[in-house]
């Protein structure tokens, strides 16, 4: 097969007959940086994950899987023309949203109400797309109009829509399931009759926030299944490690390492009420 594209976490062959073999790798990336080591089962975890959240999601939106890989951590998928924006919808404030609310009182252009703390519910789930940047560089939110200008008014009111129907249905399965889903970034494409699809991964600990719905207390960062864990733990003392230096970041502790794969697994056992079995 012929290598196609590899990013941060997954790698890209084009079979024979035109489709692609998608293999997610056990790396793992933070602050635009792919970090060593990987996390042991990490790319089953999400391969699998996707693949049962694509199920719950078909009468919402088509998705690209053909047929599953040889190994669990590949999928079959149809090429698609990926849309040139991160379609983000976030349902709870948190994380760069945050950030950006603390500015401006808006997220991607979306006024929000005074005096929300990290962790608030947002009165209603919100649409806060953000550029699709190269390697290297990191995404930058933007308003609703600059969606319309990239792809015009039809195809950005589709992206909006199926963003918050993806992330409606999965954070109703999730929360019976114990597990706030915070926010949630998808992939989506144009197939080769022009519909838009679901591609790449969908509700997994890479492209959304997973918090225990028992744990959840506004005002403070939230415990989370996802990687925000790894996040925390390159921001902290114990790390040593300084975002704004231009150094690369140190290389996880294996205690690290452990607890975020233990993370991992319990979001894929918790959600699909199945053991892993790798």
Not at 139 to 149: C, H, L, N, S
Not at 160 to 166: E, H, P
Not at 207 to 227: C, V
Request: glycine residues 10%.
């Amino acid at each position: 097969m012929k290598h196609v594209h590899s990013g941060k976490v997954r790698d890209l062959y084009e079979t024979d007959d035109g489709l692609l073999l998608m293999v997610a790798s056990d790396r793992i990336s933070a602050f635009d940086h792919v970090l060593e080591p990987g996390i042991p089962d990490k790319g089953a975890v999400l391969t699998q994950l996707s693949l049962w959240w694509f199920d719950q999601l078909g009468d919402v939106v088509p998705n690209h899987i053909v047929a599953r890989g040889d190994e669990a951590r590949s999928v079959v998928c149809r090429p698609l023309t990926m849309v040139q924006v991160e379609c983000v919808a976030r349902g709870y404030l948190t994380g760069g949203g945050l950030a950006e609310y603390r500015e401006s009182g808006a997220v991607s252009g979306v006024r929000l109400p005074e005096g929300l703390q990290d962790g608030s519910r947002l009165p209603e789930p919100i649409f806060t797309p953000s550029t699709k940047a190269p390697a290297g560089q990191h995404d930058e939110p933007i308003p609703y109009e600059r969606v319309v200008a990239e792809v015009g008014e039809k195809a950005a009111d589709e992206l909006r829509r199926i963003t918050l129907a993806v992330y409606a249905r999965g954070a109703e399965i999730a929360r019976e399931r114990g597990i706030i889903v915070a926010d949630t970034k998808i992939e989506l494409g144009w197939d080769s009759d022009g519909v838009l699809t679901l591609g790449d991964e969908v509700l997994t600990p890479d492209s959304s926030r997973f918090w225990p719905a028992e744990a959840w207390q506004p005002g403070r960062p939230q415990p989370s299944f996802d990687k925000q864990f790894v996040r925390d733990w390159l921001l902290s003392p114990e790390s040593g490690w300084d975002k704004a230096s231009g150094n690369l970041p140190p290389r996880l502790p294996d205690h690290i390492v452990e607890r975020t794969r233990e993370r991992y697994l319990e979001a894929y056992e918790r959600i699909t009420g199945a053991p892993f079995s790798g």
